[in-house]
């Protein structure tokens, strides 16, 4: 059974940054991860794609985090980290990890991210 945990979220003022983790448990080859990937989801919105990375090191970022968000990867841990800075209020959202493993889909627990003075 897979499951991600993911861990970084918290409270921070405009302006700040966040480092958000999220690891794969049980043996997985991290050649079997296609994508790893972070969404997010506001209170009454839909969840959103925020940056995505494939096992070829390629990555997708929405246009609303472009400069601010970097994705990245450790395959020898299968875990996904996203960096955030110059974070804003309209980031306050729960970050979801996702992967996509053997090409089936996992989600993480999700994660609170609250950028407020």
């Known amino acids: 059974q897979v499951q991600l945990m993911e861990s970084g979220g918290g409270l921070v003022q405009p302006g700040g940054s966040l480092r958000l983790s999220c690891t794969a448990s049980?043996?997985?080859?991290?050649?079997?991860?296609?994508?790893m990937g972070w969404y997010r989801q506001a209170p009454g919105n839909q969840r959103d794609m925020v940056a995505t990375?494939?096992?070829?090191?390629?990555?997708n970022y929405a246009d609303s985090v472009k400069g601010r968000f970097t994705i990245s990867r450790n395959n020898a841990q299968n875990t996904v980290y996203l960096q955030m800075t110059s974070l804003k209020p309209e980031d306050t959202a729960v970050y979801y990890c996702r992967m996509i493993i053997n090409r089936q889909f996992y989600w993480g627990q999700g994660t609170q991210v609250t950028v407020s003075s």
């Open positions: 990375v494939s096992s070829d090191a390629s990555t």
């Open positions: 049980a043996n997985i080859f991290s050649r079997n991860i296609m994508v």
